[in-house]
């Protein structure tokens, strides 16, 4: 998702663990506090359940599990970030929303290249404002299609 020279880039940014995060402002369809989930036995970990969003049903992705953060903690800071990519909708836990971030093309450096053996396909690149770093994701492409099937057949 490289940048126009004249374009620039609104971000969400979000922590998880000790790390900013950053994803498409555009994604994002709306913010929530964390709340119970309906359990669904056999999913991987990661899968938290789902939720029921005004009429639609809304799988509950931890991106802390997903990412092998460590373990995460639920608080009154813990939010679910709801994204919408046109035929799917997935809730995403994150520790923290902090803001929104407009990015110039000069302030996004391209992802470290990690060898071979690290999959690091979803890293769009690291954002800098003054003194923050924003590693920025793209979370469509975090999900594996194995998962996106899960997904897929859970919402169904």
């Keep these: ?18 790390e900013e995060y950053g994803t498409d402002l555009q994604k ?14 056999n999913m991987p970990d990661h ?4 939720i029921n969003l005004r009429g639609v049903i809304v799988p509950i992705v931890d991106m802390r599990i997903q990412l092998n953060l460590g373990t995460p903690t639920y608080d ?3 939010v679910v970030i709801i994204l919408n990519f046109g035929a799917r909708i997935i809730g995403m836990v994150v520790d923290s929303v902090s803001d929104v971030i407009t990015l110039t093309p000069d302030q996004i450096k ?3 290249a990690m060898g071979t053996n690290i999959s690091c396909d979803y890293l769009i690149g690291l ?14 492409r975090l ?3 194995v998962d996106i099937g899960l997904l897929e057949e859970v919402a169904a």
């Excluded at 998702?1 to 000790?18: C, I, K, R």
């Excluded at 994002?28 to 036995?41: F, H, L, S």
């Excluded at 899968?47 to 789902?50: S, T």
């Design 76 to 78: 009154q800071f813990t």
């Design 47 to 50: 899968f938290k359940g789902v």
């Design 1 to 18: 998702m490289p940048l126009q020279a004249n374009s620039h880039m609104e971000v969400l940014s979000f922590t998880l663990g000790d």
């Design 143 to 145: 999900m594996s299609q």
């Design 28 to 41: 994002v369809q709306e913010i929530r506090g964390y709340d119970a989930v309906t359990q669904i036995a």
């Design 110 to 112: 391209p992802a470290p």
């Design 127 to 140: 954002g800098t404002v003054n003194e923050r770093m924003l590693i920025l994701v793209d979370i469509a």
